[in-house]
């Protein structure tokens, strides 16, 4: 792999995570400057929405701090808030209290995304949503584009990126042509195409078969290890995000707040048979009895 | 194999009803001896044919026709993605114009055709006019919807990367209502032609309708139909030449690639 990791990744640093007053493991917020500044900081953020029946608070009270490199998974049921919360951070839904920084820079500035926080962001959705006019290297190439990256240098990035997500020998194939891993791998591709310093994945495999899901965790698992990512990961499947995340935010809804973060200290890169070990599935078992209870 | 067999289908069963439907023609008219004046056997109406593919004034003509249609759906094309993406574009506008849209729509433009000729006189202008007026709605309207139909989940691709209006637009917008004007354009050649030809009829002092009307009157049966063969011929044609510019410029369009992968 040609890539050059960017970062020296913090391991093992202890993650300083803020928590909402009536969690139980509330530590205090420790900030200091340079590299240990976290990658995003998400400081008492909210989410109303105006509807004909009143004002509904989708999300309140969200603290959250990710450093860099550290993958964190959103867990929830449907309706959380854990995509609203995703959306906002991606500079797609404008909060509506608080405060999202990345790289101690403001996200949002009265409703309106700083661009230039935009441009170290790489979102990847549920649905691949990839352009089906572009062959797979231009639409793994797009970001670059619409950067004004010249096409010689944007192909070659590209290429590189095809073999990074394991789709060498498909770049001239059209969208269409391909599986829904495959597509999902795409779009994978084509978010990290900017080399973001922060990647937010909203259910990227939801759409996927158990077997299919299964590749990709592992795929997903050495790619963000490749290129030191930091991920924002939300997901409804507790398995997977165990198995993926170094912490695991566990939300519940109306309003939707955080109710729980865990952490997973499982070394990487984590083996698919790890999933069938008694302490993976200890974790596993008292997340889904959290998020029972909430019935 | 059998994806070969099905590929070679059309070319063997479209020439075959061609002459089942010749023959039967045929035989229909010899055998209840239908006076030629009305209904003339294919013979005479093939003589016919070669008689007009011989005469220059039939080229001439075909020329004129041509230009209209061409001209007509060209003007069409540029203007109804113009007002199309326009109205796309603002709600606000496309709210408050929709009511005359409708009304313009359906009111029956032929009927206009006298209107034409008294401002824009009995030459190719008035078929153009017409030929445009015809084949502008389509065109706009499915523009219309193709801009209103972009997917949400590639919207929010291109605002997760921080695109431009313009970018918005080039890269998204523009491409994905493409077959939206293809599918305008392929009813829009269809109504230009026959703008032009109903032009020509009503009010032409030359053009392929004005020599069909001109035949017409002498009550030459089989140099009416010979006419409208050539008149069919050139509305395949440019329906021909239209959809292959579809398969040009949208070849990862499902009505492109769908129609050559049916039965893989």
Redesign the interface.
Known sequence: MTRVAREARIKGEVARIAMPDNTTTAEPVVSEAGTDTPRLSITDVGRDFHTRNGVIHAVSGIHLEIQRGEFVALIGRSGCGKTTVLRMI???LPPTGGVIEVDSKPLWRDGRVD?SA??K?G?V?Q?A?L???FSVIDNIA??L??RGVGKRERRTRAKELAELVGLTGFEGS?P?ELSGGMRQRAAIARALS?EPDLLLMDEPFGALDALTRERMNLELQRIVLETSSTVVFVTHDIPEAVFLADRVVQMTPRPGRINKILRVDFAKPRDVDLQTTPEFNDIVRSLRHELDEEE | MRNNRMKLLPWIVTPSLIVAIIAFWHVFVTARDVNPLIFPPPREVGDALVDLLGEGTMWSAARVTLTEIVAGFLIAVVSGLAVGVVLGKVPWLERSVRPLIVIAQVSPKVAFVPLFVIWFGFDITSKIVLATVLAFFPVMLNVLLGVRSV?Q??R??M?????SRS?TFS??EM??L?PYLFAGMEVGIVLATIGAIVGEYLAGNEGLGNMVVTAMNSLDAARTFALILVLSLIGLALFLIVNELKRFF?P???SV?GLQNRDV
């Open positions: 991606g500079g797609l661009s935009v441009t962001l979102f959705f649905e949503n352009f089906p006019w797009l970001p584009k619409l059209y269409r900017t | 997917e989940g590639q929010e691709v605002r997760s990367l921080n695109a970018q890269q998204l491409r994905s493409m949208i990862w369009h499902e690639y």
